[in-house]
């Protein structure tokens, strides 16, 4: 019997920049003219059937004027397309159209556009560039930046994927008055979990400021998109492939993805969280690390960004315990939870560990008496 040891030992830099800003569109062709991507001249854009036309076509245009090859791959717009069939479904039209490894993918549109794009880049050719152009707070805030990237499952939501990172990724402010109510408020739902674990004082810029972000305020939007951006990358870049404080993005997601399938993706994913931000600010204050009042100012915050706070009466709370065990942060078992500190904070129960077992039945009495 032989052994050979093969020594792939290697650093890999996979920094890159976010750039935030209004009609970036432009500055996508001269960064690909300034070598973003080498030499690559062959670009899929992947979008869905609503950004098509706001976004995703002109820069198809702007690509193809600027002399590189480029097609557009459209796939239904919503959650219910953000799965392993629409992904092969690309995939296939793709290599159809003569796809191979040296082409960029530029995924123009919101979480579930980025989400499914950087998975299929991550996988197609065994690997190709991709770009992301954000055109929702949503996305903004949290698909589209930190290299997270998967595909949901008749189980749960984004049990398959990968880590990937972008070559660049593009904040579209402007792009955000595009959006019905519903999608900003969906938006919010991150922005507030952001202030909720790491920033009392964006929390307190979002509850004298909301109706100026949803008024498309210059000065309030670029704000809530750099303090999303420098709050989740000050965890990602300590702990890029979730190994023990990236998980403190979880707040609020045990609860919020068990409800947000259950609920068979009648409610955006914002809304879902929002329900789970509910829920956990109760565990919180069973744990004793969030008083009355500061529960109350989550919830007030909440329905300010006109998310709901309540479970809607069509969902199953049975079905919703039980879906629990989806989540990605059970182990052995058991249910885990992040849980807020006051405002601003996260508990962190032992160096480096920041969510904490659960039993069901907690889980079950707080779900059942939550409204």
């Not at 070559?167 to 991150?190: C, F, H, N």
């Amino acid at each position: 019997m032989s052994v050979f040891q093969v020594e792939l030992k290697k650093v890999v830099d996979d920094s890159y920049e976010i750039e935030i800003g209004y009609q970036l569109q432009e500055k996508l062709i001269d960064d690909l003219k300034n070598g973003l991507v080498g030499k690559i001249k062959k670009f899929a854009v992947i979008t869905d059937s609503i950004v098509k036309e706001l976004y995703a076509d002109h820069i198809v245009e702007l690509l193809l004027e600027a002399g590189y090859q480029a097609k557009e791959f459209v796939f239904a717009a919503g959650e219910t397309s953000k799965t392993r069939k629409t992904k092969e479904e690309v995939e296939d039209a793709m290599l159809e159209a003569g796809f191979r490894r040296d082409c960029c993918i530029i995924a123009v549109g919101g979480g579930v556009v980025t989400d499914l794009s950087g998975f299929l880049a991550g996988t197609y050719g065994r690997g190709v560039p991709f770009i992301n152009y954000a055109t929702t707070l949503l996305a903004a805030a949290d698909a589209s930046v930190g290299g997270k990237t998967a595909v949901d499952t008749p189980l749960a939501t984004n049990l398959i994927g990968l880590f990937n990172q972008p070559e660049k990724v593009y904040l579209d402010i402007a792009a955000w008055k595009t959006l019905p109510q519903r999608q900003l408020s969906s938006g919010m739902a991150e922005t507030i979990k952001h202030a909720c674990m790491a920033d009392k004082e964006m929390f307190e810029f979002l509850e004298k400021h909301m109706e100026d972000i949803f008024a498309g305020d210059r000065e309030a939007c670029e704000y809530i998109a750099k303090k999303n951006c420098q709050i989740k990358y000050a965890v990602v870049m300590k702990d890029e492939k979730e190994q023990g404080l990236r998980e403190i993005l979880n707040l609020g997601h045990t609860v919020g993805r068990a409800i947000e399938t259950v609920s068979d993706y009648k409610l955006l994913h914002g809304e879902a969280l929002s329900i789970g931000m509910i829920a956990q600010t109760e565990l919180a204050h069973r744990l004793g690390y969030m008083t009355e009042e500061e529960k109350a100012e989550v919830k007030n915050l909440l329905e300010k960004a006109k998310l709901p706070v309540e479970i809607p009466e069509y969902i199953d709370r049975e079905a919703l315990v039980k879906k629990l065990y989806t989540d990605k942060k059970v182990r052995d078992g058991k249910l885990r939870f992040v849980v807020e500190k006051g405002i601003g904070g996260i508990v962190e129960f032992e160096e480096g560990v920041f969510a904490t077992p659960v039993e069901e039945a907690v889980a079950r009495e707080i779900i059942m008496n939550m409204k």
